[in-house]
T-cell receptor
Framework: QQPVQSPQAVILREGEDAVINCSSSKALYSVHWYRQKHGEAPVFLMI?????EQKGHEKISASFNEKKQQSSLYLTASQLSYSGTYFC?????????????FGSGTQLTVLP | EAQVTQNPRYLITVTGKKLTVTCSQN?????MSWYRQDPGLGLRQIYY???????DKGDVPEGYKVSRKEKRNFPLILESPSPNQTSLYFCASSYGQGPYNEQFFGPGTRLTVL
């Protein structure tokens, strides 16, 4: 089952902040965040693991609430280059499955 | 240069004509996946592999086959393509035997089935 992302779309002015949310109905082991620009492959932003470990780019901030199976990506002081579609991907915490399931995306547009 | 390569990048074919999309990575990654991307549906995992000779179904495996005979290669096979398999396909790889690290994506293969 796909994680649910919200909002589906957001429009910002340069310098404004945004939060993108990702929630799952299953207990999660990892949450991934990627950004994709039109016509290109997704690019890694951050991964958050059960237990608190985080790996990613220094300028990206995210949180992972394991109890609520929710994650949020925080984009502060947005720049034009932040425009694109943001995807969260989740892997579950139980069993032998090693799937990575992505949400349907959040389209972010940053205007000058 | 560390990379994931896919071939072909673009393919137009007809219903029922078997095809293979190749994926290769030069980073010695254990975990490899195939995704399809359709408007409004995000990335959906087709198959994944945790290591050589170990593969498993993702969320949308119907109509696809994979094999992992070498660590670097993970081809996607459509034995009898149908128009509903028209999509943008991405291969990805990462360290470890699960999706616990950064996924490196290939450039994508745009497939049209007529």
């Amino acid at each position: 089952q796909q994680p649910v992302q919200s909002p589906q779309a957001v429009i910002l002015r340069e310098g404004e902040d945004a939060v993108i949310n990702c929630s799952s109905s299953k207990a999660l082991y990892s949450v991934h965040w990627y950004r994709q620009k039109h016509g290109e492959a997704p690019v890694f932003l951050m991964i958050l693991l059960k237990g608190g470990e985080q790996k990613g780019h220094e300028k990206i901030s995210a949180s992972f609430n394991e109890k609520k199976q929710q994650s949020s990506l925080y984009l502060t002081a947005s720049q034009l280059s932040y425009s694109g579609t943001y995807f969260c991907g989740t892997s579950i915490s139980s069993g032998s499955a090693r799937q990575l399931t992505f949400g349907s995306g959040t389209q972010l547009t940053v205007l000058p | 240069e560390a990379q994931v390569t896919q071939n072909p990048r673009y393919l137009i074919t007809v219903t029922g004509k078997k095809l293979t999309v190749t994926c290769s990575q030069n980073m010695n990654h254990e975990y490899m996946s195939w995704y399809r991307q359709d408007p409004g549906l995000g990335l959906r995992q087709i198959y994944y592999s945790m290591n050589v000779e170990v593969t498993d179904k993702g969320d949308v495996p119907e109509g696809y086959k994979v094999s992992r005979k070498e660590k670097r290669n993970f081809p996607l096979i459509l034995e009898s393509p149908s128009p509903n398999q028209t999509s943008l396909y991405f291969c990805a790889s990462s360290y470890g035997q699960g999706p616990y690290n950064e996924q490196f994506f290939g450039p994508g293969t745009r497939l049209t089935v007529l």
